[in-house]
């Protein structure tokens, strides 16, 4: 992992991706699945790891960091512009928020629990 630092600021980020097999199956170790689970679970994975995977990797700039620096603000609270609370909540759309029948229908989303038959 590594950092973009622009006079003791954090403005970005990135890492090189997991590119090889026995290093996936190490971090699945840590994570507490046994090789059976991550087998079942991410086998896809695995196995597509024994054709080669290229080391890949990936940077990306907080836009909101810099807009904080550049505004020369102490947090970046004050210039992001989507913001969120802690627990995911959006003030400026109120979502994640129920949703009507209708909204529901519309979207092709109902759920109509099946009846579970007598044994």
Excluded at 11 to 38: C, N, P, T, W, Y
Excluded at 43 to 55: H, N, Q, R, S, V
Aim: net charge negative; hydrophobic share 40%; with cysteine.
């Amino acid at each position: 992992a590594y950092d973009i630092v622009c006079n003791g600021n954090e403005i970005g980020g990135g890492s090189i991706r997991i590119h090889e097999r026995d290093v996936q199956e190490r971090v699945f170790e840590l994570m507490g699945l046994d090789r059976e689970d991550a087998q079942t679970k991410f086998g896809f994975l695995l196995e597509g790891f024994k054709f080669g995977a290229p080391p890949h990797g990936g940077i990306a700039f907080g836009w909101d960091r810099v807009v904080a620096l550049l505004a020369g603000v102490e947090s970046i609270r004050d210039v992001i512009a989507f913001p969120k609370t802690g627990n995911g909540y959006d003030p400026l759309t109120q979502a994640p928020a129920p949703i009507t029948a209708q909204q529901r229908k519309e979207a092709g989303v109902d759920f109509k629990p099946e009846a579970k038959k007598a044994e």
